[in-house]
């Protein structure tokens, strides 16, 4: 292992070095605008392992890379508006923008579902080590696992053993750093803008409506729900949702609660992904010693459709239950699976001309 | 008394260890690094994690204290709310131990480990909590917003709560109409340091409504329509520099609105409740508690004639088994053991 202490070598020699390093598959300490990170080749499944074994215990926590700008930045993840938007406006800077990944860096520096996250530092000898370099180098404290944070070299070895102090094979000391917190990480890939689609069902179209206030868009929720409370005696009901933020999703929700009978607050569903009340006995239904349900589910923070299916989505799907299911573009597939044993109410809720107005469209698919 | 809890309501996996109120250790295996803060689901991936990592976080919590489960004289267990996929876990561990040594069971309501949070001790007994029933808990986080009258241990009534979305989910959705990625707590919370809240003001939630109840999604909307109307029109008209200044300030803009809705309602149930019961304990719990532009107002605001508490200890703040095995420790006390054959998770459990 060498230490190079940046105050006394030049620049351009401090590159060349780390460059030569991490062409070798070395791994290299270095200063960051936060705390002392730890690089390797990202590309480099070799010198990643190396990598891993020197964190130690990581369970599965993916790793970031450090890029030198946006462009760089496309060649490895998906960027959308919303990590475009901080990659204009936030970045070089302590922040890790988590995306999509593009699958061109080694396994274990992406996540397990598929996300990586992006860090361009505020830090210009480690962007310049990058540039020269040519590929991502991966950015991750320099300290074990579950370590003290690492602001001086010394705080990294007092805290890792000879064995992982070998591994390290080049360490670019700035000194001290001033204590900053690690960079704050957020995830964009969430906010990625789904492609509008219904998949194969034929949906009848049913009417148009413009609401004008919240509770007008409660009382279409009310009145769907009276149109189609008659098929609960053999089926199951689906409100499949698609609108975006304040569109008024919950609203209709609240509507259809009430038109239910149902006297508890509705309230979001986002962080538990389902919430469920019991309907108290619908009118014109045969089902209510069944005890039906009413299921409200958020697939917004779902990655995939298959986890809905891990909340038995499929086995709920039986007579007398009633969903609605918000963002239901992502899980459109699996509505058509179930499509034999409900019927499927389409909303679309769209902002209208005048800031509070939205419009509503409804199609349906009864089998 | 010990007691071994085990949490697994949401995405981390978790096991402490305490003795009455004191935690011995609190392991907390995150499932998912960038859903840490304020607690994320991901059901797929979080039951197998879960089940992958209980026994692990288990055998290390029981390494760290150098004790064995037969030491334990109770086993208890987070039963709801939260996800039913991941609640079953954490209910199925418990009972396993429970039947393997033959130790009675404490099931704890995961909001209930929240207000606990404010009065759990470290293993040297500190910090010393005083404080004194009735009190009124705010509990606010990803999932939650309600204000709890506790009347004594195990005695508590709802007296507000959200109408639609909880404050921290407000969070994490207005940081998605500004562009800024999930989770949005802690991003907004370090853009708002910078921002200016007057430049774009916006309507408190519910102010003139009379009742404690909370809605963030008029909130929300305002927010939408302030970005549709003023801000996003002008996004490739103004430099970076001022399109980032104009983002910040309307984060500052939205924190200071949600913060005072808050405190709005909490002084308005204050009001109510102190006709019938001497309220002077404050405890505030759940994720959006680590917020600390709200810790200070919510000390500014009230510290003159009430207690204001917070977590203990950071780990305390976040979903973790140290606040169940001291609100646990309490129920032990009242003989409010259950029986396994009936115990199942709820995952709409409230009070």
Not at chain 1, 314 to 323: I, L, P, R, T
Not at chain 1, 354 to 367: A, G, H, M, N
Request: hydrophobic share 40%; aromatic share 8%; glycine share 8%.
């Amino acid at each position: 292992m060498k230490v190079v202490s940046l105050a006394e070598l030049p620049e351009n020699q401090v590159i060349s070095e780390v460059v030569s390093v991490l062409k070798s598959g070395g791994i290299v300490v270095y200063p960051t605008e936060t705390v002392y990170g730890i690089g390797v080749d990202a590309t480099n499944l070799e010198a990643v392992n190396k990598l891993l074994a020197y964190k130690a215990r990581r369970e599965g926590k993916p790793m970031s890379i450090a890029v030198v700008d946006e462009a760089m930045a496309s060649r490895y993840v998906e960027v959308n508006s919303t990590a475009k938007n901080l990659y204009t406006n936030f970045l070089p800077g302590p922040l890790t923008v988590v995306s999509k990944s593009l699958g061109q860096v080694a396994a274990g520096v992406a996540s397990e579902s598929g996300t990586l996250g992006i860090r361009i530092p505020d830090y210009p000898l480690i962007r310049k080590i990058v540039a020269a370099f040519g590929k991502p180098i991966t950015a991750t404290s320099a300290n074990a696992s579950y370590k003290k944070r690492p602001y001086t070299i010394d705080d990294i070895f007092e805290s890792i053993s000879e064995k992982q102090k070998s591994l390290i094979d080049l360490v670019l000391d700035a000194g001290e750093l001033p204590k900053r917190e690690p960079s704050t990480v957020v995830d964009t890939a969430l906010n990625q803008e789904v492609v509008l689609r219904q998949g194969s069902l034929k949906l009848t179209p049913v009417g148009e409506f413009a609401t004008q206030t919240p509770g007008e868009t409660q009382q279409i929720g009310y009145d769907l729900l009276k149109k189609y409370v008659h098929y609960l005696g053999y089926k199951s009901v689906i409100f499949a949702l698609q609108g975006d933020l304040g569109a008024g999703k919950t609203e209709m929700t609240k509507g259809i609660g009430r038109a239910l009978g149902i006297t508890e607050t509705i309230q979001s569903p986002t962080f538990i992904i389902e919430r469920e009340y019991l309907i108290p006995g619908v009118e014109g239904s045969y089902v209510a010693e069944r005890k039906p349900k009413l299921f409200h589910i958020d697939t917004w923070r779902l990655f995939e459709q298959v986890e809905l299916e891990d909340l038995h989505f499929v086995q709920q799907v039986a007579e007398g239950n009633v969903f609605v299911v918000e963002w239901a573009d992502k899980v459109s597939e699996l509505l058509e699976r179930v499509s034999e044993d409900a019927v499927i109410i389409w909303v679309k809720l769209d902002y209208g001309q005048q800031l509070t107005e939205r419009k509503i469209t409804v199609s349906d698919y009864i089998l | 008394m010990k007691i071994l809890a085990i949490e697994t309501s949401c995405d981390e996996t978790s096991v402490a260890i305490v003795e009455n109120d004191r935690v011995l250790t609190n392991k907390i295996a995150s499932q998912i690094e960038i859903h840490q803060k304020w607690g994320g689901v991901v059901p797929g991936i979080a039951k197998r994690l879960h089940q992958e990592n209980i026994g692990p976080v288990l055998e290390s919590a029981l390494k760290q204290v150098k004790m064995s489960v037969v030491e334990m004289d109770a086993i208890a267990v987070t039963y709801g709310p939260g996800l039913s996929i991941a609640l079953e876990i954490g209910v199925a561990k418990a009972k396993e131990l429970a039947q393997a040594y033959q130790k009675p069971v404490v099931a704890v309501n995961h909001m209930e480990g929240h207000i606990y949070s404010n009065i759990a001790k470290n293993s040297q007994g500190n910090p010393p909590v005083e404080y004194a029933f009735p009190l009124l808990a705010v509990l606010i986080s990803g999932g939650h917003t309600e204000l709890v009258l506790m009347t004594d241990h195990g005695k508590y009534q709802i007296v507000g709560r959200t109408l639609d979305d909880a404050i921290g989910e407000a969070f994490d959705k207005v940081a998605r109409m500004l562009e800024l990625g999930y989770p949005g707590g802690p991003m907004i919370e370090d853009l708002a340091k910078v921002g200016v809240a007057k430049r774009f003001p916006l309507p408190i939630p519910m102010v003139k409504t009379a009742s404690a109840d909370f809605s963030y999604s008029g909130l929300k909307t305002a927010v939408l329509y302030l970005m549709k109307r003023d801000i996003l029109p002008l996004k490739e008209k103004v430099s970076p520099g001022e399109y980032k200044q104009m983002i910040c300030d309307v984060a500052a803009s939205f924190q200071v609105a949600a913060v005072e809705s808050l405190i709005i309602k909490m002084e308005y149930a204050l009001k109510k409740l102190q006709l019938e019961h001497n309220i002077n304990d404050i405890f505030v719990g759940g994720g959006v508690s680590s917020n600390q532009y709200l810790r200070n107002k919510f000390r500014g605001r009230f510290s003159q004639r009430y207690r204001v508490h917070f977590p203990t200890d950071k780990k305390l703040i976040g979903d973790n088994a140290g606040m169940i095995g001291v609100a646990a420790y309490y129920k032990a006390l009242r003989n409010e053991f259950v029986d396994i054959d009936f115990l199942d998770r709820d995952p709409v459990l409230s009070f």
